[in-house]
């Protein structure tokens, strides 16, 4: 298993990444606007529209209006998720950042039990809550705990490694580490399955605000 989770597995997942986000982006940026709900104060230009869905993403301000219970609990994750990105990049850069690494793990962890458990608990979180929301909150809470089992380990400059070999297109093969093994796989079918879910919210959210909220094809524009 470490063979094909280390050189078959990671090409396989962002192939099917880059076709299914090129896929999904494309209909929305051809798909007719169906209804006009422009909704004022409206942002002007590029800057303002950018502006105001930069601020969403680092504030969730629309989730800490209208569903208090599970801000706390989202912010978190998402930090998470910034987090292991950046401790990720500073392992490229060949930086230690252990204690990013094990931050990352704990929120990613204990912020998606919190998501899971609130929409399981809170009736009306729980009336708009699907079983992929429960899944996809499963995926997260191993991925988060079997990072956080991995580190101090040591095994970062053989992930350095790997992934430099990956990118040279002749990949090695990881330590028969069966956490370790499980983790990257979990990490590349979170790779795989992330345009097709709803969590590539990150890619719709320009449209769902742009084309949705902002754009008006019948407003004469000077």
Same mark, same amino acid.
């Given at each position: 298993?470490?063979?094909?989770?280390?050189?078959?597995?990671?090409?396989?997942?962002?192939?099917?990444?880059?076709? %299914?986000?090129?896929?999904?982006? %494309?209909?929305?940026?051809?798909?007719?606007?169906?209804?006009?709900?422009?909704?004022?104060?409206?942002?002007? %230009?590029?800057?303002?529209?950018?502006?105001? *869905?930069?601020?969403?993403?680092?504030?969730?301000? /629309?989730? +800490?209006?209208?569903?208090?219970? *599970?801000?706390?609990?989202?912010?978190?994750?998402?930090?998470?998720?910034?987090?292991?990105?950046?401790?990720?990049?500073?392992?490229?850069?060949?930086?230690?950042?252990?204690?990013?690494?094990?931050?990352?793990?704990? %929120?990613?962890?204990?912020? &998606?039990?919190?998501?899971?458990?609130?929409?399981?608990?809170?009736?009306?979180?729980?009336?708009?809550?699907?079983?992929?929301? +429960?899944?996809?909150?499963?995926?997260?809470?191993? /991925?988060?705990?079997?990072?956080?089992?991995?580190?101090?380990?040591?095994? &970062?400059? !053989?992930?350095?490694?790997?992934?430099?070999?990956?990118?040279? +297109? &002749?990949?090695?093969?990881?330590?028969? !580490?069966?956490?370790?093994?499980?983790?990257?796989?979990?990490?590349?079918?979170?790779?795989?399955?992330?345009?097709?879910?709803?969590?590539?919210?990150?890619?719709?959210?320009?449209?769902? +605000?742009?084309?949705?909220?902002?754009?008006?094809?019948? !407003?004469?524009?000077?």
């Amino acid at each position: 298993m470490a063979t094909i989770v280390s050189q078959v597995f990671p090409y396989l997942a962002i192939l099917v990444f880059l076709v %299914g986000a090129g896929y999904r982006i %494309g209909v929305w940026a051809t798909s007719p606007k169906k209804l006009n709900w422009k909704l004022y104060p409206v942002p002007e %230009g590029l800057v303002g529209e950018a502006s105001y *869905i930069v601020g969403e993403w680092i504030s969730f301000k /629309m989730l +800490f209006k209208n569903n208090r219970a *599970i801000w706390l609990g989202s912010y978190v994750f998402h930090l998470s998720l910034v987090a292991s990105a950046i401790w990720f990049l500073l392992l490229l850069l060949g930086v230690s950042a252990p204690w990013l690494s094990r931050l990352a793990a704990a %929120g990613l962890f204990f912020s &998606s039990i919190y998501l899971f458990v609130a929409r399981l608990w809170i009736p009306q979180v729980r009336a708009i809550s699907t079983p992929v929301e +429960f899944f996809n909150l499963a995926i997260f809470i191993a /991925m988060g705990g079997l990072g956080w089992s991995l580190t101090g380990r040591g095994l &970062s400059g !053989e992930m350095r490694r790997w992934v430099f070999s990956l990118a040279g +297109f &002749s990949p090695s093969v990881l330590p028969d !580490e069966p956490v370790l093994i499980w983790f990257v796989f979990l990490v590349e079918f979170f790779i795989a399955y992330l345009p097709f879910s709803k969590m590539f919210h990150v890619a719709s959210k320009y449209f769902a +605000f742009h084309k949705s909220r902002w754009f008006n094809p019948y !407003e004469v524009r000077g």
